[in-house]
């Protein structure tokens, strides 16, 4: 094999590498809960535009508005990171490459209803081309007055 053949074949096989380390890593890396378990009611904006917040009143008991969002959620390959402090922090993951992106969700009892207080982010990437509030859009139930 010719000289400069042999070195767009190294290059080549060099950025492969690398991609496929960069996907691993993306897919494996740990997700640690202190970071990503956060209050939706008091987290600040991310600096980049990858996030979603809704704050919505729905006409049902908490109960079954945590049932519907966590139906949902596990319907899509989404699973728990943590939940306590009245927040469960979901996991979701891009279908393509995996990347994970975290939502917080808070239910407060409102009279009859219930206030869901949400927040969705990517944690990689500066835009997620609406990827977050989409997925609020699916998983949380519409806004209905109690």
């Known amino acids: 094999m010719p000289r400069p053949l042999r070195f767009v074949?190294?290059?080549a096989l060099v950025l492969l590498l690398l991609a496929a380390g960069f996907?691993?890593?993306?897919?494996l890396a740990p997700s640690d809960p202190a970071r990503w378990h956060v209050d939706p009611l008091t987290v600040p904006d991310p600096t980049s535009p990858n996030f979603a917040?809704?704050?919505?009143?729905?006409?049902?008991?908490?109960?079954?508005?945590?049932?519907t969002i966590a139906a949902r959620a596990e319907a899509e390959g989404a699973r728990v990171l943590d939940?306590?402090?009245?927040?469960?922090?979901w996991i979701a993951r891009t279908p393509i490459m995996g990347y994970p992106d975290y939502?917080?969700?808070r239910l407060i009892p409102e009279g009859e209803g219930t206030r869901i207080v949400a927040f969705s982010r990517s944690r990689f990437g500066y835009g997620d081309r609406g990827v977050n509030r989409a997925r609020l859009a699916r998983w949380l139930p519409e806004r209905r007055e109690p």
């Open 9 to 11: 074949a190294l290059t």
């Open 23 to 27: 996907a691993a890593y993306v897919r």
């Open 53 to 67: 917040r809704v704050d919505r009143v729905v006409a049902a008991p908490s109960a079954e508005v945590a049932a």
């Open 83 to 89: 939940a306590g402090g009245g927040v469960t922090t």
């Open 103 to 105: 939502v917080s969700i």
